[in-house]
Structure formats: C-alpha cells, structure tokens
C-alpha cells in the first residue's frame, strides 16, 4: 500500500528552494530538510473483515543511518519516530519513501536545499526522477488475514511538522484502501510509482 500525500500540505521541497511555504502558505511556516527528519511519520491501522485490528504501527519518514549509503533512511516501525503500537514487527515486511528514495536509490544527498523547480514541481533536469510527493510505502505479511480476508485501513494520525496548512498533525479520513497493483513494488517506488503520478497529472 502507498500513502501519497497532496503537495499543497507538505512535499519535499525545502531550503532555498521551497515551493508554497513561508507567506505562500497558509502557515507562513518556512520548510527544510531537518524538519522531514525531525518527527514527520504515519500511523496506520489496519484491520480484518470481522473488523479486529491486526496490525498498528507507525512509520519513520527519514532518520540518521548509519548503515544508509547517504547516511539517512527510514528506520520504518523499528527506531526513530516508528514504533509498532499492536502486532508483531515481523508482520512488516518491507517498506519505503519517497526521501529515503531519493537519497538512497537515486542518490540525491540533498540536506540544504532540494532541487530548484517551479510552481508546477517541473523536473530540474539535473535530479531526474526526485519525487516531490511526501510518500509512504508499505508491504505487510498477508498471514494477518488467513482467518479473516482484508478488512480496511485507518490512519490515525499524520504528522508534519510543518505542513502548509498550519497545523502540524492531520488527522485524515480513508473512504476507501485501494491495494497498490502487484506491478508496483518497494523497489519501484522510484519508477512504477511515478510513471503512476505522471499518468494521474494527464487526466
């Protein structure tokens, strides 16, 4: 599953190149890279049919890591801001984001400023594929169901801090969990995942 959150509440632009913050937004809060690795994570809750709740963890977006090529990564449910509220740890089998792509995989160790781009987060040709979209990306054990199929997925509370509204938490309503297609994997959050955003801004 991925969460993809909308650009005009937080993205991964900062430093001198901010898109939206400061007197732009709402919050007149300014954006930098510390900010992303300083608490920003997600919470998700997710249940079976017979609407138990199976597994509740939250998410890290980005820490300091010392076994990361760039020295930052999501430490997931594990360390950092993640933690694993009902379930076993085991039960999350993988997962990702989209800043921890952007250092790691496309190697854009970027700690000052993120790649300059317009009103309209246009490639800067010189970072090609750097995702603008905060995103979290998970893979859990389908074990969790084998009593009772999929139920939904809840997330309790986002946190931004800042974000471009003003408020630091969001507490989001889900009206429906669509699983991501089997063709889009961790690995490829950097490349099904955008040519998945690409083809959603051409509609």
Known sequence: M??????????NSYGANAIGWGSAAPSGKNHKFKDLK?????RFSISDSAENVVFDFTLDYISTSEQAPSGFASPGAASGEGNVHSGSAGNLLAWGTSLD???????YVLTKDSPATDEHYTENPDYPGWLFEVTYEFQIDGSLFAENDFGGLTIPILHNSPN??????????????????????L???GT???GWL?????L
Request: glycine share 10%.
């Open 2 to 11: 991925a969460l993809i959150q909308p650009l005009t509440l937080v993205d």
């Open 38 to 42: 300083g608490s920003d994570k997600a």
């Open 101 to 107: 792509y952007n250092f790691n995989n496309l190697g």
């Open 164 to 185: 471009k509204a003003g408020k630091n938490k969001v507490y989001p309503e889900v009206d429906g969990v669509i699983p991501e297609p089997t063709t889009i994997v």
């Open 187 to 189: 690995v490829s959050i």
């Open 192 to 194: 099904g995942l955008v």
């Open 198 to 202: 690409r083809r959603r801004e051409n």
